[in-house]
């Protein structure tokens, strides 16, 4: 892992750049200190533009509670407090859109690499089928393809700890504090049935 000398450092300072690590791929956080004051860095106007857009759905959805009847109204509060989101972030994209873009990073490379972009494919998915499958498939499925994209590992290895793991907090929501789960395709009610014989054995 790289490190700034003092040159670099000040070099950085000297050119505006609040975060001084030469090589922004080492592993090191990009949101600490976080971008820079004096360039635009790729996607981030267009973060702003969707911040915006957001907050002014969300003043809209606020003024479709009472409108303006009267300060006392439920919606004042939401209202004022969307507005100001709204002027916050119309406020940074005005200042985000003067500033120069920085150079030698794109989005894929350095804000959204691809396996950013897998792993909240995967999420999605896992939102998607956790009803019609189960929360103990969908979860099997989204542990094993996740663990073994991240950590490169043998299939044996991703296996065990993907399928341990999910026992574990099975075993832990569902059978001991009793939380309940989508059921899905698996029947639950016959396996939680079987623990709960072995342990009533074993008393």
């Not at 080492?26 to 969707?50: H, I, K, N, W």
């Not at 873009?101 to 959204?112: A, F, H, Q």
């Not at 993907?162 to 939380?179: K, N, P, Q, Y």
Request: aromatic fraction near 8%; hydrophobic fraction near 50%.
């Amino acid at each position: 892992m790289s490190r700034t000398t003092p040159s670099t450092a000040a070099e950085a300072r000297a050119s505006g750049r609040t975060r001084i690590e030469p090589d922004h791929h080492d592993g090191t956080s990009d949101a600490a200190p976080g971008g820079y004051e004096e360039e635009r860095r790729p996607g981030e106007l267009v973060f702003g533009v969707l911040l915006l857009l957001a907050s002014l759905g969300l003043l809209w959805s606020a003024y479709g509670i009472s409108g303006f009847q009267a300060l006392s109204g439920p919606g004042t509060v939401p209202m004022a407090v969307t507005l100001a989101m709204v002027i916050s972030a119309a406020l940074i994209v005005l200042r985000t859109a003067r500033l120069p873009k920085v150079s030698g990073e794109t989005v894929l490379k350095d804000i959204l690499p691809v396996t950013v972009m897998i792993v909240a494919a995967l999420l999605v998915c896992y939102g998607v089928l956790l009803r019609p499958l189960g929360f103990l498939p969908t979860s099997a499925l989204f542990l094993i393809v996740s663990i073994k994209m991240l950590s490169g590992r043998g299939w044996g290895w991703t296996l065990f700890i993907a399928l341990g793991s999910l026992l574990l907090v099975w075993l832990i929501f569902r059978i001991v504090f009793t939380v309940l789960m989508p059921v899905g395709v698996v029947p639950e009610a016959e396996l939680i049935q079987v623990f709960r014989n072995l342990f009533a054995g074993g008393a």
